[in-house]
């Protein structure tokens, strides 16, 4: 387990509107989608897992293994009462809740990113316990891409932000030289899945690595 305490915020409370059903529920390599990346979260080093969902989510889409010891003292869950305003209000719901458990940082990560691994989250978190930066961030292209670290100190202006902005906008500006970048090349490891679509493409790349042991 990490020396510091180092929180995941799970941002698990968007509307799955282009998707036109609950996206979290999906069936995904043999288990549902918002299950995949919060599984490498929580047996990642992360201190702790904080996720945030829509008020009156029934937990459904999380795996049941994820309900029991030793892996249930490592997460718990906040609705955020007002998640359709935008993703800054979810952010902010997490941060909140890592204020409480005294986080020395927070690492952001999507439930729609299902192919992160469980490597991305400890490479942040051993450079960070190696350098405490404002941020250290994944990208792909030279594009911050989540899941991301911000340390404590950059909390205040985290909850600055407004209805759809990102952290990637206070990346891009305020800390745009303040911070380390770690690029992937595969963008497989980067799809949100928002639309039918992007289900498809990751179905199919399932099945075309099915057997390989990157994802």
């Known amino acids: 387990m990490t020396k510091r305490r180092i929180i995941g915020i799970y941002l698990a409370a968007g509307k799955s509107s282009r998707m036109g059903t609950n996206k979290l529920m999906l069936p995904l390599k043999e288990e549902r989608l918002g299950s995949m990346a919060l599984k490498k979260a929580l047996h990642s080093n992360l201190y702790h897992v904080v996720i945030v969902t829509r008020e009156g989510d029934t937990l459904d889409w999380i795996a049941p293994e994820l309900f ?3 892996l249930l003292e490592k997460w718990s869950s906040v609705a955020c009462p007002r998640s359709s305003y935008g993703q800054s209000y979810s952010l902010k719901c997490g941060l909140k809740q890592a204020y409480q458990l005294r986080a020395e940082a927070v ?3 999507l439930a729609d990113q299902p192919f992160i691994t469980e490597h991305m989250i400890n490479q942040l ?3 960070y316990e190696s350098c405490p930066l404002p941020y250290i961030t994944v990208t792909h292209n030279g594009i911050p891409m989540p899941p991301t670290l911000f340390s ?3 909390f205040p ?3 600055q932000l407004k209805e759809d902005e990102g952290a990637r906008k ?4 305020q800390w745009k030289e303040k911070g380390m970048r770690l690029e992937y090349e595969d963008p497989l490891y980067f799809l949100d899945i928002d639309t039918k679509q992007d289900y498809f493409l990751a179905t199919t790349e ?3 690595k099915r057997g390989t042991s990157s994802i």
Not at 170 to 173: E, G, P, Q, Y
């Open 68 to 70: 029991a010891h030793p």
């Open 107 to 109: 690492i952001i990560l």
């Open 125 to 127: 978190i051993f450079y």
């Open 152 to 154: 404590a100190e950059t």
């Open 157 to 159: 202006l985290l909850l």
């Open 170 to 173: 206070l990346i891009r500006k």
């Open 206 to 208: 399932l099945k075309r």
